[in-house]
């Protein structure tokens, strides 16, 4: 199967956390980057964090950075995002994604269904 499915979306007060996670076919796990993008209503798509195969190289978007952590589970072929100091402006649908240009920040050809986060102020 090539197969996203992502979790852990919810409501959250600012300042909270959450943690997201994202399960990868076998596939898209050994032969991708990952990462996540996220959406807000009325808005584009944007890059999120991305992780290579090795994890050994992470890459946040700067409105991002210092309060989220991407990270790489290869035994369970999850992805996860820690996601703390939350924002309002944090709130949209976040997407689990899979390709060979993730990293740099460019959308790869697999996605997940998403999931929603929430931030009140």
């Known amino acids: 199967q090539v197969q996203l499915v992502e979790s852990g979306g919810g409501l959250v007060q600012a300042g909270g956390s959450l943690k997201l996670s994202c399960v990868a076919s076998?596939?898209?796990?050994?032969?991708?980057?990952l990462g996540w993008f996220r959406q807000a209503p009325g808005k584009e798509r944007e890059f999120v964090a991305g992780?290579?195969?090795?994890?050994?190289?992470?890459t946040y978007a700067d409105s991002v950075k210092g309060r989220f952590i991407i990270s790489r589970d290869n035994a369970k072929g999850t992805i996860y995002l820690q996601m703390n100091s939350l924002k309002p402006e944090d709130t949209a649908v976040y997407y689990c994604n899979a390709g060979k240009t993730v990293v740099a920040g460019i959308v790869g050809e697999y996605w997940g269904q998403g999931t929603q986060v929430t931030v009140s102020s």
């Open positions: 076998r596939r898209l796990f050994n032969m991708n980057d």
């Open positions: 992780i290579s195969g090795s994890g050994g190289r992470k």
